[in-house]
């Protein structure tokens, strides 16, 4: 069943050029040697990333991020933001 028929959802590629904003919200990440979810020398300085494993802090996609000039949230820091709004 449909819950959201008027909702136009589109899948694109995991090229992070040109977005302001990316965030991991995989389960990459949470092992040690897992695979980066894109391909961060595509990631622009400016760009704001955010991550959603929370077993690491600084886990390998937001290390690689940050010594790109990234500002990155980690992914304990997303969950303490959504708290409010859960409750």
Same mark, same amino acid.
């Given at each position: 069943?449909?819950?959201?028929?008027?909702?136009?959802?589109?899948?694109?590629?995991?090229?992070? @050029?040109?977005? @302001?904003?990316?965030?991991?919200?995989?389960?990459?990440?949470?092992? @040690?040697? @897992?695979? !980066?979810?894109?391909?961060?020398?595509?990631?622009?300085?400016?760009?704001?990333?955010?991550?959603?494993?929370?077993?690491?802090?600084?886990?390998?996609?937001? *290390?690689?991020? *940050?010594?790109?000039?990234?500002?990155? *949230?980690?992914?304990?820091?997303?969950?303490?933001? *959504?708290?409010?709004?859960? !409750?």
């Amino acid at each position: 069943m449909n819950e959201y028929p008027h909702i136009q959802v589109n899948t694109g590629s995991n090229d992070p @050029d040109g977005h @302001d904003l990316v965030v991991n919200a995989t389960p990459m990440g949470m092992n @040690d040697g @897992d695979p !980066l979810p894109i391909d961060v020398s595509r990631l622009a300085p400016e760009t704001f990333v955010g991550e959603v494993v929370m077993r690491t802090e600084m886990t390998a996609f937001l *290390q690689a991020a *940050q010594n790109r000039g990234c500002r990155v *949230q980690l992914g304990s820091d997303m969950l303490f933001e *959504q708290i409010p709004a859960y !409750l």
